[in-house]
């Protein structure tokens, strides 16, 4: 990915490279950095003026989707440190088990159709993902906890496609 | 993006999908996922004394490829010792079912989940140590 030749996107956005981040300022912070590299601006500029501003703005559109995703903003943190694969098998037993259950009752709701049930099931799935990101908060500040914390941000990949397909489930039960 | 014959035929008429007993002695249950795309595979065999495979199970959540994968899988398990199964490559899978290359990950997913499976029956038949 070459992330190294890339400004810090924490940087950009004058953030320490924490894993906490408050979503709504740094949406506040986005808006206004975007405004200084706005073709607007340039449109009387030379074209390599031009260019690099277009440059700029998809540079800071990528950084402020990293930093927006928890997720994203997890394996961003992790790959500062060191590199991390982006396909790979991970045997992690007792989450993965978790994770097939959590299909199969998600199966099940979508047979049932029970949108209450779906509610409760959401809820436990936030809960999880909560879980999550308070350890992986603190693991990542622990060098010695790196395997740990590529593993919790792994969890959070599945857990996004989980709440991507309950999305997907609710879509269908609205119709 | 279109999928193989071969691929639409097993995600339409998955073989051997199921459950087996995970605690049962004779039985090796492989768990495996994707972290990219959220796939999670379970595969298990069930091997007799002579160490041979009997029968095969699996349960697939992912794309078509995945679930395909490990389908073929389950089938070319059937009847080889868990030696010759162990031997069976993603490369071979993904050939078989004429994967793109950006489906490859699949096939070595099901790879990883008949190594895994594998390793599961060994460990409880005490002829590799746990790791």
Redesign the interface.
Known sequence: MGQSQHTDYFALFALQPTFAVDTAALAVTYRQLAKDVHPDRFANATAAEQRQAVERAAELNDAFQTLKSPTQRALYLLRQQAEMP????????EF??Q??EW?EQLEDLQEQADLQALERFVGELKQARSKIDNAFALCIEDPEQRLQAERLA?RM??L???F?EVRQLEERLDD | MAYSEKVLDHYENPRNVGKMDADAPDVGTG????????D?M?LQIQVSDDGIIQDAKF?T?GCGSAIASSSLATEWMKGKTIDEAELIKNTTIAEELALPPVKI?CS??AE?AIK?AVRDYKQKKGLIKEV
């Open positions: 982006e396909e790979t098998t991970i045997q992690d037993g993965l088990l994770q097939m299909r792994r990949q599945f996004d496609k989980m991507y | 768990m495996v996922g994707a972290p990219a795309c959220g999670v379970r349960k959540y990950h070595v997913l990883d895994a």
